[in-house]
């Protein structure tokens, strides 16, 4: 079974030119997302939201596998980040961050896939 390196394959979004600004295309994707609030630093409830989506995601993988035969990396990390009052964004209080953190998923996760249990 060959395993699927979405990285490679959406190398556009996953790995852009650091020598040129370019245009792209994003294509339709599947995100588990968890939104909330606070520095990722030290907030409990960020920590949470990486350890459940790094779980789920995993889960999900593993689904696939044995249910499709299909093999795939687990996409990295992503995140979202902002503030109500954006002037407090760059003055280094974290705590009133709001983020969404968010884990890319392959189109074999449907939310019908998701809901599974």
């Known amino acids: 079974m060959e395993k699927i390196d979405f990285k490679k394959e959406l190398r556009q979004l996953y790995r852009p030119s650091l020598k040129r600004i370019e245009i792209i295309d994003v294509p339709e994707m ?57 002037t407090i964004f760059g003055s280094g209080n974290k705590d009133e961050w709001k983020w969404t953190a968010l884990i890319m998923q392959p189109k074999y996760i449907t939310e019908k896939k998701f809901k599974e249990p």
């Open 30 to 86: 599947n995100f588990l997302m968890i939104d909330g609030k606070g520095d990722p630093n030290t907030a409990k409830e960020y920590s949470n939201a990486v350890e459940a989506l790094y779980s789920v995601s995993y889960t999900l993988k593993f689904q696939v596998k044995n249910e499709l035969d299909i093999n795939y990396g687990v996409l990295p990390l992503e995140g979202l980040w902002w503030a109500d009052d954006m």
